[in-house]
């Protein structure tokens, strides 16, 4: 009951079209294709496919279970999440990727979580964050939480594997 007043509230906010359509617990909307989808891509030797990348909002349900609802609108809800995850085609091994995170303006504060290369512009508007990570199941991901002060507007974000663009997400975070 509760999946089905989210989807309501959603669709009321006009974030999610064709309500009906979406089945939230196995869904497979993509929202930004990836440019390099269906082609090859060499990464440690090995060549690769973007099979998939989707771009949306994470949320923990009361039970601690994430659940991730593709959307290109963002609430701005404290302690939910946005962010993306790209599926490399038989892919396992070592992956370094970097993300270009564009925001309208800078926010209040900026944080991480992890000890990583995280780098921000002089203005506070573009963040740059690398990593390296071991992929078993070819999933990279990453997810920002939202906090107040978090600027609303459109926001963009490049994904580089190995210097290369795999894909770009382009949202707005709207008020909740």
């Not at 993300?99 to 508007?125: C, I, M």
Request: aromatic letters at 12%; glycine letters at 6%; zero cysteines.
């Amino acid at each position: 009951m509760k999946i089905y007043v989210f989807r309501l509230f959603l669709t009321s906010l006009g974030l999610i079209s064709g309500f009906v359509a979406v089945n939230f617990h196995n869904t497979s909307a993509v929202l930004a294709e990836a440019p390099l989808e269906n082609s090859q891509l060499l990464v440690n030797g090995k060549h690769i496919t973007v099979k998939k990348s989707e771009f949306g909002v994470r949320i923990v349900d009361a039970k601690g279970k994430a659940n991730f609802f593709p959307t290109s609108k963002v609430p701005l809800k404290k302690g939910d999440a946005y962010g993306w995850r790209i599926k490399l085609q038989n892919y396992q091994g070592k992956v370094r990727w970097r993300e270009v995170l564009r925001l309208p303006k800078a926010p209040e504060t900026w944080a991480t979580q992890e000890d990583e290369n995280f780098y921000l512009s002089a203005d506070g508007t573009t963040a740059v964050t690398k990593r390296t990570e071991t992929s078993a199941n070819g999933v990279i991901e990453n997810f920002w939480k939202i906090a107040p002060g978090d600027p609303l507007g459109k926001h963009k974000i490049e994904v580089y594997v190995d210097e290369r663009l795999v894909a770009t997400f382009e949202f707005e975070m709207v008020a909740f």
